[in-house]
């Protein structure tokens, strides 16, 4: 049973950063391409960004670009978002998902994940 908990949420003033973090279990999560989605009060859960089973290639959301780093260890099972220069429209839950099947590359299409964190809050204070 693939399992995914993500962690490092919390209250940061604008400007700031934080870096969340997502460990994997159940399957081999080298293999997988993970992404991390987000959902604001009254919004429809977003695509943050996405990286590669390697680590090689990494895909972001406009609104988060030059702001926002995925990374993976393959060797620890966790992937990672480091957010820096937050905004309080960066506010909202924020899900890690891996994808149904391996693929090359990253995607944003949420129909191609099947598993998913139970979400971490992040609230940015102006």
């Known amino acids: 049973q693939v399992q995914l908990v993500e962690s490092g949420g919390g209250l940061v003033q604008a400007g700031g950063s934080r870096r969340l973090s997502c460990a994997a279990s159940?399957?081999?999560?080298?293999?997988?391409?993970m992404g991390w989605f987000r959902q604001a009060p009254g919004k429809e859960r977003e695509f943050v960004g996405a990286i590669s089973w390697s680590g090689g290639s990494t895909y972001y959301a406009d609104s988060v670009k030059g702001r926002f780093t995925i990374s993976r260890d393959n060797a620890k099972n966790t992937v990672y978002l480091q957010m820096n220069s937050l905004k309080p429209e960066d506010t909202a839950v924020y899900y890690c998902a891996s994808a149904r099947v391996p693929l090359h590359i990253p995607t944003t299409d949420r129909g191609q994940y099947a598993y998913w964190g139970q979400g971490t809050q992040v609230t940015v204070s102006s």
């Open positions: 159940g399957r081999t999560f080298s293999s997988y391409v």
